[in-house]
């Protein structure tokens, strides 16, 4: 059974910096494609980062340059490094598992088929 808990939430001033976890339990092989999502409040959730099942990683326009996600494979850990944090980057953050590729479609939010509780980020200006 995959079981995912993100961790690392805080609350930052504009410009600051913050690293997210997720742990991923039960996921046993590498042909995944990992996930960060937000969601902000009465907004839609959205794709933020993913790491392909090939090691490639796709990026929502708002965050390429600043954000970064990587995986500790000896640990089955989804990272999400964020810098240069702005105000509209506040939102509930998730991290997210699809058994297959990742693919064009990685912002689709009913592909993914596992997810975590969420952890909360807010920027302040």
């Known amino acids: 059974q995959v079981r995912m808990v993100e961790s690392g939430g805080d609350s930052v001033q504009t410009g600051g910096s913050l690293r997210l976890s997720c742990a991923a339990s039960?996921?046993?092989?590498?042909?995944?494609?990992m996930a960060w999502f937000r969601q902000a409040p009465g907004k839609e959730r959205e794709g933020v980062a993913a790491?392909?099942?090939?090691?490639?990683?796709h990026y929502a326009d708002s965050v390429k340059g600043r954000f970064t996600i990587s995986k500790d494979n000896a640990n089955n850990i989804l990272y999400l490094q964020m810098a240069d944090l702005k105000p509209e980057d506040t939102g509930l953050y998730y991290c997210?598992?699809?058994?297959?590729?990742?693919?064009?479609?990685?912002?689709?939010?009913?592909?993914?088929?596992?997810w975590g509780q969420g952890t909360q980020v807010t920027v302040s200006s």
């Open positions: 997210a598992a699809l058994r297959s590729g990742c693919g064009d479609r990685w912002t689709v939010v009913k592909r993914y088929e596992y």
């Open positions: 790491l392909d099942d090939d090691g490639s990683t």
């Open positions: 039960g996921i046993t092989d590498s042909n995944y494609c």
